[in-house]
Each structure stands twice: as structure tokens, then as C-alpha cells.
């Protein structure tokens, strides 16, 4: 099965869509790990995970997926859930961004360019004319990642709702 509108994926999903079941399992896995006693934003903001300065979104991405699997190492588990209670949400790094408005409202969950922490970044995919992050957001995000979704409508939305390939697809 050919995924139709998308030009460019990380991880490559032009061909079948089971790249981003298993990178998208990998990240639930790793952030159901993290998420604890300190804030979540500190907590999915993990250092060995910290993205590249300076790097192409795809090579970003990558590299943020490849740590985390190493941090996972050779005994991880699917969770059961395949979202973990959690959901997908879709973040537009070109701007306009919320000046700082939806982190604020997310409690530092998103950065001042509305940037979802990088421990949940599961794909980045180009279509013709956009690109976007698919990242998951857990459970006990969803509250505060629904208020700060009202005030940055352009650069973040629910992948459910979002007008992109990928959500004519689920997950």
C-alpha cells in the first residue's frame, strides 16, 4: 500500500504505513517510561534524546529516533494500547507561531514556538505543500495540550482533525 500525498517521511512511509506503527510503539514505550513524579515537560524533554542544532527536520527526527530506541535497548515491550491512552497530535514548525501562549497554557509542554517536547516525536512527513511533526501526546498531557490547542490553531491540531495525508490513514 502506497500512502498517496506524501512526498517525504521519516520515517519512510511512502510505501506502507508499518514504519511509523513501530516508531510510533517506540515512542509511547519510551515516554510511558518517563512520565513520573517531575513535570511532564521536563520529563519528555530527556537529554540523551536532545535533537541536533542546525539539522534538516527529517535528519532531526531520525536522530531523536534512533537514540530513543537505544535508550529502550533490546527488552522493550508494545504497549497494549497502541496510543497508550494517549493521542496523536500534529505540529506545523513554519510559522505563525503563539508567541509563548501555548506554552504557558500547557504548562511548559510546549515550547515558546509551540514545539511539542522532542521525547514524543514519532514522524515528520512533507507533502506537497506543508510539512508537519506527528508526535504522541500521553495521557496525562491531554488536558493541558487541549487548552494550549485554542491559541496556537495554525501550528498545532489533533491529528484526527488535522487536514493532513496521514490522518485519512489513522494509525
Do not use: K
Request: net charge negative; aromatic share 10%; glycine share 6%.
Amino acid at each position: 500500500m502506497t500512502v498517496p500525498g506524501i512526498l517525504r517521511s521519516e520515517p519512510d512511509i511512502t510505501g506502507s504505513l508499518e514504519p511509523f506503527r513501530e516508531r510510533l510503539a517506540e515512542t509511547v514505550a519510551w515516554c510511558l517510561r518517563r512520565v513520573g513524579s517531575v513535570p511532564l515537560a521536563d520529563a519528555l524533554r530527556s537529554s540523551p534524546l536532545a535533537p541536533p542544532a542546525a539539522v534538516p527536520w527529517p535528519e532531526t527526527v531520525h536522530s531523536v529516533a534512533a537514540a530513543r530506541l537505544q535508550g529502550l535497548g533490546r527488552s522493550w515491550r508494545r504497549p497494549q494500547d497502541p496510543l497508550g491512552g494517549g493521542l496523536l497530535l500534529v505540529y506545523f514548525p513554519t510559522p505563525p507561531h503563539s508567541h509563548g501562549a501555548a506554552r504557558a497554557a500547557s504548562d511548559g509542554y510546549f515550547d515558546t514556538y509551540d514545539a511539542p517536547p522532542w521525547d514524543t516525536w514519532a514522524a515528520y512527513i512533507e507533502e506537497a505543500n506543508r510539512s508537519y511533526l506527528v508526535t504522541w501526546v500521553p495521557p496525562q498531557a491531554l488536558a493541558a495540550v487541549t487548552a494550549a490547542l485554542e491559541l496556537a490553531p495554525r501550528s498545532l491540531a489533533w491529528l484526527q482533525y488535522a487536514e493532513v495525508e496521514l490522518s485519512r490513514f489513522g494509525h
